[in-house]
């Protein structure tokens, strides 16, 4: 199991039938009290916890999360504390693979974490916590989630407007503008924001911001210098780059990447 940041993670594929709206299952395991700062992510997550307890911290106060819990896209960083033998197990949905298994416009929980009592019952969130908090390993944790989720998958297609969307977004590494996007698939930017936000969560700029930002990231870990980065990741300049990036990680870039306890 490959640690960061002094916790363990463990990823499983899914199984055929969930393959087209989930990720990946991800195991995070914390053998000592850890604090780490999360980026911005392209998928909307369903957690359950099955060990220990975590807080998000905020500037100098800090809120307990819930044990089940559901998070929708952000736009900015976020600083999670987890408890010494602290263990989660996350369903990371793929951009519109959320919306096939709940049905409120996901959009309306943008920026927030909230528990997953407030889209379930409490007796089914207790039945399915209580099931993956006694599981033998990890393998059966995922098996327990993955059935759930498969109770619950809507009859029904992506809708093939959206998804070419986030592909062009993807294709651009969020260096895009969301006005051609519209234009080459023959729809008003009106209606596709609509239609992108309800399924994916995020509006079409937002999710491009979130995807630029990530590229940036991953350049600098592939090596390409702080000089280069706002030019290969498409900026207009460097102000329009370190603006965009502070304004997502609440830092500058430099500062951002000398602290290196982010994930």
């Known amino acids: ?3 960061i940041l002094n916790m363990q993670m463990l990823t499983f594929a899914p199984t055929e039938p969930l393959a087209p709206f989930v990720r990946t299952f991800t195991i995070l395991e914390a053998q000592e009290e850890t604090t780490r700062v999360l980026i911005p992510d392209t998928a909307i997550a369903l957690g359950f916890r099955f060990s220990g307890s975590a807080r998000m911290l905020d500037g100098e106060g800090s809120a307990v999360l819930p044990n089940a819990v559901f998070t929708g896209l952000r736009n900015t960083t976020r600083q999670i504390r987890t408890s010494a033998s602290g263990g989660m197990l996350l369903a990371m949905f793929h951009e519109g693979g959320a919306a096939h298994f709940f049905g409120e416009p996901l959009h309306e929980f943008f ?3 909230v528990g997953l009592d407030a889209l379930l019952s409490r007796s089914e969130i207790e039945r399915i916590e209580s099931r993956i908090a006694a599981a033998a390993n990890h393998a059966d944790r995922v098996a327990i989630l993955e059935q759930f989720l498969l109770t619950r998958r809507a009859a029904r297609h992506p809708d093939p407007i959206v998804t070419a969307a986030v592909r062009a ?3 651009h590494h969020g260096s895009v503008r969301i006005a051609a996007i519209a234009a080459a698939l023959g729809i008003g930017q009106d ?5 992108f936000r309800r399924a994916v969560g995020a509006s079409p700029k937002q999710l ?8 940036v990231i ?3 870990r592939a090596g390409t210098s702080l000089t280069r980065l706002s030019v290969e990741a498409g900026y207009f300049d460097q102000s329009h780059f370190i603006r965009e990036f502070r304004s997502v990680t609440g830092k500058a870039p430099q500062r951002f990447f000398r602290a290196g306890n982010h994930c």
Do not use: D
């Open 218 to 220: 991953s350049l600098h």
């Open 191 to 195: 209606r596709l924001e609509k239609r």
């Open 111 to 113: 920026g927030t974490f």
């Open 169 to 171: 977004i993807r294709a």
């Open 1 to 3: 199991m490959p640690t």
């Open 208 to 215: 491009a911001s979130i995807i630029r930002v990530r590229h």
